[in-house]
């Protein structure tokens, strides 16, 4: 396949990506602004042990550069792209809807057109389950109307797969939409629920429950979504939009219990309410991902944490 342009490879699913590419003995290509949306010292830190790898190269640099991300293509010869940036969170892009513009669809339009520029034709974008917005149908399957997108960040979401299948007309590239629900797993943001419950916990704190805890997601383990991620890059169709999910729901309230026990501890809860843009329920229809790839989820809810607390003891914990 040549050399794979992987796109926010130090974040939490990035990094998980960039890893497996390389066991499998590819060359692989970082692109990473470390912005400091969160500790950049934690994205760092995830690359740390592919640094030494001969087939890693890293590029810090902004996707919004499109001089920088044409360069890049043509510098390593790229030919196929995993693109993981974005900017992410809901709540977060209602405070800043330009910049949530900006990055995930002018920062996405760069990339589709760097890669028809230099023959990059295999394409994978890394979406997300909030472009559903509030959807009266469970599960969500990919054919399902998307017009109610509820915050900045499901729209802009929304608008890069568009655009995607724009360049995939028009050009011919091989695009793969992956719809992730919910990710959760080792080197997870620090600002995501079950990290930030853990950590509240851990350190005898109580923690913020929006709502009366009835809200229910779909959590899905970052290994899961790496694997998927893998077979959406060999499968290279010419275009798809595929949901990656658990395939079964979690209350809020059930959350925080499976985080306290295998912390050890007695939740406490501080009762909140419900934000803006935060959806009811989401849940994944993911029998598209088994009939193309033989994907399903492995790792099931109750197992997750428990590998997550194991991890954030040993690592965040120090």
Excluded at 97 to 108: A, I
Excluded at 195 to 206: E, I, N, P, T, V
Excluded at 254 to 274: D, F, Q, S, T, Y
Aim: hydrophobic share 40%; charged share 25%.
């Amino acid at each position: 396949m040549g050399t794979i342009l992987v796109t926010g490879g130090a974040g939490f699913i990035g990094s998980g990506v960039v890893a497996a590419l390389l066991d499998r003995g590819a060359e692989v290509v970082c692109l990473d602004d470390f912005n400091d949306y969160y500790d950049p010292a934690i994205k760092r830190g995830n690359l740390e042990p592919v640094r030494g790898n001969p087939r890693f190269r890293l590029v810090e640099g902004d996707i919004r550069d499109a001089a920088l991300v044409e360069e890049t293509y043509r510098r390593f010869g790229v030919r196929a792209t995993v693109h993981l940036a974005a900017r992410a969170g809901v709540r977060p892009s209602i405070r800043e809807p330009r910049l949530y513009q900006e990055v995930n669809g002018t920062g996405t339009l760069n990339l589709l057109d760097a890669a028809r520029k230099t023959g990059a034709n295999t394409f994978i974008f890394g979406s997300t389950s909030s472009v559903y917005g509030i959807n009266s149908k469970v599960p969500f399957a990919e054919e399902d109307p998307i017009t109610c997108p509820v915050s900045p960040y499901a729209a802009s979401k929304r608008g890069a797969e568009l655009m995607a299948f724009t360049y995939h007309h028009l050009y011919g590239l091989a695009v793969t939409c992956l719809r992730f629900f919910t990710v959760y797993g080792p080197r997870q943001r620090p600002e995501m629920a079950i990290c930030l419950f853990a950590d509240r916990f851990a350190h005898g704190k109580s923690v913020p429950r929006y709502g009366d805890g009835s809200t229910a997601r779909d959590y899905t383990y970052v290994d899961d979504i790496v694997a998927g991620t893998l077979a959406a890059l060999d499968a290279a169709a010419s275009f798809e939009i595929v949901n990656l999910g658990g395939s079964r729901t979690t209350t809020l309230a059930r959350l925080i219990e499976l985080v306290a026990a295998a912390l050890g501890v007695e939740p406490r809860v501080e009762e909140l309410p419900l934000q803006p843009g935060d959806v009811p329920i989401t849940y994944a229809d993911v029998r598209k991902a088994k009939r193309l790839w033989g994907w399903e989820p492995r790792v099931p809810i109750e197992e997750g944490i428990a590998r997550f607390v194991e991890w954030f003891r040993a690592n965040r914990l120090r």
